[in-house]
């Protein structure tokens, strides 16, 4: 029998041991199979740990994740090209394709590597918006969202940026800076994403709202209304997922950064742009996850995370050989990248 982590579960595990309530009410059996429902339950109920039979299936989702995301590549590529073509989004595919992601969503230390691995295999466009779907759904997981909100909250990642495809290529792809006339173009896409969902019969207005409240900021900096104070919650959600993946991937600032980077840039941005609850629950999971990770310094010497201090988790003490660097002393040094 071996003890795991309920956030490194994955659905078709064996349970090995009765699961209790806090008020002693048996929840679920020895022997039983973990469903994506019971997964869901745990983090309602904050239940963290469990025991699961040595002969379960090991933690892996039924698909592999390439597998997974190169489909979501096509369903997305799909419906972006229609809607420049004026088709209505097939939402039952939408549908499939983040409950496929849900079950990629679990341990973030993976799904980080994951996209790295996949950041080059399509579109930016694209890969962006599967990025940002898996990230809403992991924040999900960690605000303890219910199973719907969480599905929608991949949907509402998935369309988030829909609206780009009415924007001239040369503008969206333009490497250099943009003019003032270009950045209003640009920033219509939230305007436009929104309208284009909202022609479809069966779509969700919240999602609607993401796509249309995603840079809206909380102290009225953001666009297209400005609008300020607390933000709609999902575009909230959308708005840090989306931070991250744009500061992470290559393809928007002149550096890829490294998650840490991100983290600090993202704590930045939560005092008063960012939603503070939610940027403050990713930044602590993100920086804790990292203990026992090898990391690439500054200084260009290779280390691993021994021990991450809780009030400035992106500092942490870095082993290398026999060496330790307190980055939270040592601020000349930064950690580049996490290595594999
Ligand atoms: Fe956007
Ligand atoms: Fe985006």
Redesign the pocket.
């Known amino acids: 029998m071996l003890k795991i982590k309920t956030s490194n579960l994955r659905p078709g595990i064996k349970l090995g041991k009765d699961i209790y309530s806090y008020d002693s009410q048996l929840l679920l059996t020895s022997g039983s199979t973990i469903t994506q429902e019971h997964l869901d339950s745990f983090a309602r109920r904050n239940i963290e740990e469990v025991f699961i039979l040595d002969e379960s299936p090991r933690m892996k989702p039924e698909r592999d994740f390439e597998d997974v995301y190169q489909d979501a590549l096509e369903v997305v590529n799909s419906f972006m090209v229609g809607a420049m073509l004026g088709s209505p989004l097939d939402f039952q595919e939408i549908d499939k394709t983040v409950d496929l992601l849900r079950e990629q969503a679990f341990d973030a230390i993976d799904l980080f590597r994951q996209m790295r691995l996949m950041k080059n295999k399509g579109e930016y466009l694209f890969t962006?918006s599967i990025n940002?779907s898996l990230l809403c759904i992991l924040i999900g997981r960690w605000l303890k969202c219910d199973r719907n909100t969480i599905r929608e909250l991949g949907i509402a990642g998935l369309l988030?940026?829909l609206g780009k495809v009415f924007i001239e290529n040369d503008i969206l792809n333009k490497p250099g800076k943009l003019t003032d006339q270009e950045y209003e173009k640009i920033k219509k896409h939230t305007v436009l994403g929104y309208n284009f969902i909202c022609q479809n019969p069966d779509m969700n207005l919240e999602v609607a709202n993401a796509a249309l409240m995603?840079h809206e900021r909380v102290d009225g900096s953001g666009y297209p209304s400005g609008l300020k104070g607390q933000l709609n919650f999902y575009a909230a959600v959308v708005a840090v997922a989306?931070v991250y993946?744009?500061i992470t991937s290559a393809h928007s600032y002149a550096d890829k950064r490294s998650p840490y980077s991100a983290a600090e840039i993202l704590w930045q941005e939560s005092f008063g742009k960012l939603d503070a609850r939610i940027t403050k629950v990713f930044y602590d999971k993100i920086t804790n996850f990292y203990v026992g990770n090898k990391v690439l310094l500054s200084n260009k010497k290779e280390g691993i995370v021994i021990y991450v201090d809780p009030f400035q988790p992106t500092r942490p003490i870095v082993m290398v050989e026999d060496e330790f660097y307190n980055l939270a002393l040592d601020r000349s040094i930064t950690i580049r990248d996490i290595i594999d």
């Open positions: 962006h940002v988030h940026d995603h989306d993946d744009a």
